[in-house]
């Protein structure tokens, strides 16, 4: 009887094996037919008008970091609003513990907002 740990080895060894048997078999068997157009850049039919290490301003980034912060608060605190009547029994220090959390996020918002990382300007 193997333990879960040989398993385990034993699933990521035969993964190992039918992928690269895949590659191995592909590389073997498909065509090799480069042509010019193959090799281009291809993006929605459209031929590309700016390089690709083009450089993006610093306001994507903010609205993107700002985004994740407040997801990851309503992915925090959906479990809390579920199980609210079982946490209810426990007193008020789960409330206060969610209240600060709650108040530490509107802090930062109101940060971003007074700094004006959200507007487009």
């Not at 700002?66 to 029994?89: G, N």
């Not at 789960?94 to 509107?106: C, H, N």
Request: proline share 5%.
């Amino acid at each position: 009887m193997m333990s879960g740990f040989e398993t385990i080895v034993m699933y990521l060894g035969m993964s190992l094996v039918a992928v690269l048997g895949m590659l191995a078999i592909s590389a073997a068997l498909g065509p090799l037919r480069p042509k010019p157009g193959k090799t281009t850049t291809y993006e929605c039919g459209v031929p590309l008008l700016d390089p690709a290490r083009k450089r993006y301003d610093v306001k994507y980034y903010l609205v993107a970091v700002l985004f994740l912060v407040f997801d990851l608060e309503t992915v925090l605190i959906y479990p809390l609003a579920v199980r609210y009547r079982t946490l209810a029994q426990h007193g008020w220090g789960i409330f206060f513990e969610v209240f600060i959390f709650v108040a530490v996020l509107l802090a930062g918002l109101l940060y971003a907002v007074k700094k004006r990382a959200i507007e487009w300007d």
